[in-house]
């Protein structure tokens, strides 16, 4: 507890009520990390906490701004060893100034910064696996392992948490599992303004009575574009038609991957039939204009926000089988297929990959509402943000016990 604070047991109210909580991340931009530092934040000022945020610029600052956290410019993007050496210091003066009662670390260079920071002036440190960071070189596992070195680890599914466990043995005392959270408030059909929907399909140049097939992921090579293009031109052979492909995400720089995709397309003579749409804001919307949504990572997902918000709104979803997918998706074997809340199928293969989007698409009127119905309850039950927050705050406040 930093000089002047009121002692923790003297506090009313919500045990956070009065403590400063800050989050470090790169920079606010769109993500799962980040929006989930969001969440956290306008949790936190709920809870009549302040919730401060150092990161560099983004979109989302200002959603930051909207919901009650505090945006402090640094630049925690950086990866150059001398620069993070440097704003160290600089981190552990703002800690001393805003007399920050813990520093919660969202990705790896600026949790070095962080880790720094925190044992110059013996602030707790909480760290959150969000990726798998599981590089097998021992400098990357080096770098990797800042993430394992906090007071309190968070893993965000049990799948990130075994990894933890095989790669940092020491740090599985320390971490706690908590799955990501969405806002099922936002996610909900019954929210959603057909206009919206109605504005998707216009922007994205699909007729009325054209289904899509959605892709939401940035341009990245292992977020399987590519794999889907190969099952979309089998789909397309087969005689599937009046239905568009759709890929939704930033390229985030990637030009030489954004030109390999369009290669692709060319090649599989798919340029009618697969588009890009650069980044999407409003996912609820995209989401419910779907028929299908398709997640096909060619490596394992941590968690796989895509996929539970899909399930939210009631869109039947298709998921490579790695990594965090069977936590997120109830399919066969671990389910009776009348139990399913999607499909899985297995990683590279194009040919499974048609298969369960044709059979997806091809799910009747009472099979999808039985489908939409049962992936609704299942989010409702695990994957809230309302959950989330709570087991999070919840965190802070053990983890601030400890020091009284």
Known sequence: ????????????GHPLAGFTILQILPELSAGGAEQTTIDIAAALAEAGAR???????????????AKGGIW???????KNPIAMALHVRRLAKLI???????????SRAPAWVAHGATRLTKTPFVTTFHGAYSG???LKQRYNSVMAQGDMVIANSHYTADLIAKIYPEAVPKTKIIYRGIDL???????????????VRRQWGVAPDERIVLLAARLSPWKGHKLLIAAAKRLVESGLSDTKFIFAGDPQGRNAYVREIDQEIEKAHLQNIVRRVGHWSDMPAAHLAAAVVVVPSTEP????????????????VVVTDLGAAPETVLAPPEVEASGRTGWRVPPH?????????GEALNYGASARDMLAFRGRAFVQTYFSVDRMCSETLAAYVALLAQRV
Do not use: C, N, W, Y
């Open 1 to 12: 507890m930093h000089e002047g604070s009121s002692s923790f047991a003297d506090r009313s």
């Open 51 to 65: 919730a401060l945020v150092a990161s560099e610029s983004g979109r989302l600052v200002s959603e930051l701004q």
């Open 72 to 78: 402090v410019p640094f630049p925690a993007k950086t």
């Open 96 to 106: 001393k100034a805003e007399r920050v009662d813990i520093v919660h670390a969202r």
């Open 136 to 138: 097998k070189a021992a």
């Open 185 to 199: 408030r936002a996610f909900s059909p019954s929210a959603i303004d057909p206009m919206r929907v109605q504005a």
């Open 301 to 316: 997902e941590a968690f796989g926000r895509v996929t539970v918000e899909a399930q939210a709104i009631g869109t039947p």
């Open 349 to 357: 293969d194009a040919g499974a990959l048609a298969g369960a989007i």
